[in-house]
């Protein structure tokens, strides 16, 4: 089943990499944080830990993993679905200076790949609060994917890019399963949030 229109896909790398820096930043705060890639068994749903965040699958879910261009996620056993996150940390917001709209760009094409403007703006939840994001759409060899790219404010002037991709196949109820549930249960590791939060306190 079709989960979504195939929109045709507009190229406009050269007009996103003109309007940002040449080089992608590091964006990890520690080594600590880069190594923290856990994963447990509740009912039903898959607990995994990685680079300051915790959040649950569905059960069919791989470990935590590096993905490309310095992302890491998790992939459901069929490769069908994948959940990326890029931490970004201040000292990264701070050298880029971009608005969320300009820094969402920048992390569609350093980081997924994408050099296509959105058609689509959804909206989930994230801490309990709206957070908008860009649905793009690319075709590949077996059809067509299609990728849910939101930017989450966390504490002490983080933020995370949280990426999920699905064939557009899937049924819409195992992909929405999928988002709800990371969407509903994204936190922040309360270990590494206390040293943030330090942190943020030493330098007022």
């Not at 056993?77 to 890029?86: E, G, K, N, P, Q």
Request: glycine share 4%; with cysteine.
């Amino acid at each position: 089943m079709n989960r979504l229109p195939k929109f045709p896909v507009l190229l406009c790398g050269l007009l996103v990499a003109a309007a940002m820096p040449a080089v992608a930043q590091p964006l990890q705060e520690s080594q600590q944080e880069q190594t923290e890639v856990t994963v447990a068994h509740s009912d039903n749903r898959q607990v995994h830990q990685a680079r300051g965040l915790i959040f649950e699958t569905p059960t069919g879910f791989s470990e935590v993993q590096a993905l490309k261009n310095d992302t890491v996620g998790v992939v459901s056993d069929d490769r069908r679905i994948t959940v990326r996150v890029l931490p970004l940390t201040p000292d990264t917001l701070s050298f880029l200076n971009m608005e969320d709209a300009e820094l969402i760009n920048y992390v569609k094409y350093f980081f997924l790949g994408i050099n296509s403007p959105s058609t689509n703006y959804p909206q989930r939840r994230f801490f309990e609060r709206p957070v908008t994001g860009e649905l793009q759409i690319q075709r590949n060899q077996s059809g067509f994917i299609t990728t849910e790219i939101y930017l989450v404010p966390l504490a002490a002037g983080h933020k995370v890019a949280i990426a999920f991709e699905a064939d557009d196949q899937l049924p819409i109820s195992e992909v929405e399963e999928t988002i709800n549930t990371v969407a509903q249960s994204l936190r922040e590791d309360p270990e590494v949030l206390e040293k943030r939060m330090k942190k943020l306190k030493k330098q007022k």
